[in-house]
C-alpha cells in the first residue's frame, strides 16, 4: 500500500479526485469491460434482455419479490482495506460507508431501506424486473467503493488500470451479473414537455458532489431516484413496491422541492400531488415508457430507463413553482425556456462527450430521441 495511503487525508483527497472527474473515470472504467454490450453509444453497460426493442408502457412492466435472495460479494473484509483508512485510534473503518460519513460526509448519505435488483427481462413478450429487500449502503460499500479504488489508480498511472490494481472491480466480476453484488437500482426519469406547437423540451439536473453520494459533478435527467420504500415500516415495503409510485415521489422531490421524509404512511389515493399525476395519464396527457435498464460502468449502480411525456398545459399546472435548486444539486433551464430544447443538436451534447453527462441520462436521452415519434405521437 503507497505510504500515508491509510490515513483520512490521503482518502479524502482520493475522494475529491473522484468527484472531480467521475466522467473521465466512467470512461476508463468503460474500457475494462470491452466485452460487455453498451447501451446506444453510450457508456452505460449492459446485456441480452435489459433493453426493449420498443418502448413499454410502464404498465406492462411487472415486478417479482424474492424473499430468499443469494448472498451479495463481501466487500467489507481485508481484500477492502486500500478504501478504509485508519481511525484516529488506529482502527480501520469497517466500511467504505462509515468512512465517507466520517471523513468527507455529503448532505445526503443515510442508510435507507431499497430494493435489490436480482433480475431482469425487459425485450420478451412478459417485461419483468425480479426485486428483494436491501439497503442503501450494501451498495455504497461496493459501488463507491470500486469507484475510489479505480480514482486512486487512475491517479498514480491513468495509463495502466490492469485488474491487479482493483481488487474489488475485480471481485465483482460480470457488470451484468446482478445477484453477485446488491444492486442499487434508481428509476432514471427523462422528463419531457410537449407544447401545442414548436420544440419539446426536457428537464435536466447538475448533481452537487456536496449533496449526494452518487454521481456528483454530473449532469442528468430528472428526477432520478433509488428505487425504494417511502420509509422504513413493512407497510412501506409492500405498498412502495412499484415503479410509478417511486417516480411520483420523486417529481414531487426534485421538481417542487418537498422533503424525503413523510410523516406517517403515505397514502396516495389521498395525496392530491400523486390523484393528479394519475389523472393526467388516465387522460392521456402523460404517457410514460419504459426503455430497459442497464449498469454505471464506474460503480455498477443499475439505472431503469423511463421516459414521461407531459402535455405543456399538464406540466405547467403540476410544477408552476418549480424550484431553481433542490435537496440533490441545480435545475438547468435555457434562457426563457422551461428546461432544455430536446433537439438533435442538444441531445448529442449531452448524450455524446460535449458535457459530463451520467451515462443512464445519456442512454436515455439517445432511446428517447431513437424513439421520438413514438413517444411524441409524430
Not at 482518502?11 to 473521465?24: F, P
Not at 439505472?303 to 413553482?321: E, M, R
Not at 451534447?349 to 431513437?370: C, H, I, K, S, T
Request: glycine share 8%; net charge negative; aromatic share 8%.
Amino acid at each position: 500500500m503507497r505510504i500515508g495511503a491509510d490515513t483520512p487525508q490521503y482518502w479524502r483527497d482520493v475522494r475529491r479526485l473522484l468527484n472531480s472527474h467521475r466522467h473521465d473515470l466512467a470512461v476508463a472504467a468503460a474500457r475494462l469491460y470491452p466485452s460487455v454490450p453498451r447501451v446506444g453509444s453510450t457508456g452505460l453497460l449492459c446485456r441480452a434482455g435489459w433493453i426493449a426493442p420498443e418502448p413499454l408502457d410502464l404498465a406492462r412492466v411487472s415486478l417479482a419479490w424474492v424473499d430468499a435472495a443469494p448472498p451479495s460479494v463481501d466487500l467489507t473484509g481485508a481484500v477492502s482495506a486500500q478504501v478504509r483508512p485508519l481511525r484516529a485510534a488506529g482502527a480501520r473503518h469497517d466500511s467504505y460507508a462509515e468512512a465517507l460519513a466520517a471523513i468527507e460526509r455529503p448532505e445526503l448519505l443515510e442508510n435507507r431501506p431499497s430494493y435489490r435488483l436480482l433480475s431482469a427481462d425487459l425485450a420478451g413478450r412478459a417485461p419483468r424486473l425480479e426485486l428483494t429487500r436491501g439497503r442503501y449502503f450494501d451498495w455504497v460499500n461496493a459501488g463507491e467503493a470500486i469507484a475510489h479504488e479505480l480514482a486512486g489508480a487512475w491517479q498514480e498511472d491513468p495509463r495502466s488500470l490492469p485488474s491487479e490494481r482493483l481488487p474489488l472491480r475485480t471481485m465483482l466480476g460480470d457488470p451484468s451479473d446482478l445477484r453477485r453484488r446488491s444492486a442499487l437500482t434508481a428509476v432514471t426519469t427523462l422528463t419531457l414537455r410537449v407544447p401545442p406547437a414548436g420544440e419539446p423540451t426536457f428537464m435536466l439536473h447538475w448533481r452537487d458532489p456536496a449533496k449526494v453520494t452518487h454521481a456528483g459533478g454530473l449532469y442528468q435527467v430528472m428526477p432520478v431516484g433509488v428505487f425504494q420504500p417511502a420509509d422504513e415500516t413493512t407497510g412501506a415495503e409492500r405498498r412502495d413496491f412499484d415503479l410509478w409510485r417511486c417516480m411520483t415521489r420523486e417529481f414531487s422531490e426534485e421538481f417542487l422541492g418537498t422533503s424525503e421524509d413523510y410523516a406517517g404512511p403515505l397514502d396516495y389515493e389521498r395525496w392530491p400531488f400523486s390523484t393528479a399525476l394519475c389523472a393526467a395519464r388516465k387522460a392521456g396527457k402523460l404517457r410514460v415508457w419504459c426503455f430497459g435498464l442497464g449498469a454505471d460502468p464506474l460503480t455498477l449502480a443499475t439505472d431503469i430507463l423511463v421516459a414521461a411525456v407531459f402535455s405543456s398545459d399538464v406540466f405547467d399546472a403540476l410544477f408552476g413553482a418549480m424550484v431553481a435548486a433542490n435537496a440533490e444539486g441545480r435545475v438547468v433551464s435555457w434562457p426563457e425556456t422551461t428546461g432544455v430544447p430536446f433537439t438533435a443538436g442538444v441531445v448529442d451534447r449531452f448524450a455524446g462527450d460535449g458535457e459530463p453527462m451520467q451515462p443512464a441520462g445519456a442512454a436515455v436521452l439517445q432511446l428517447a430521441w431513437q424513439h421520438r415519434k413514438e413517444l411524441l405521437g409524430s
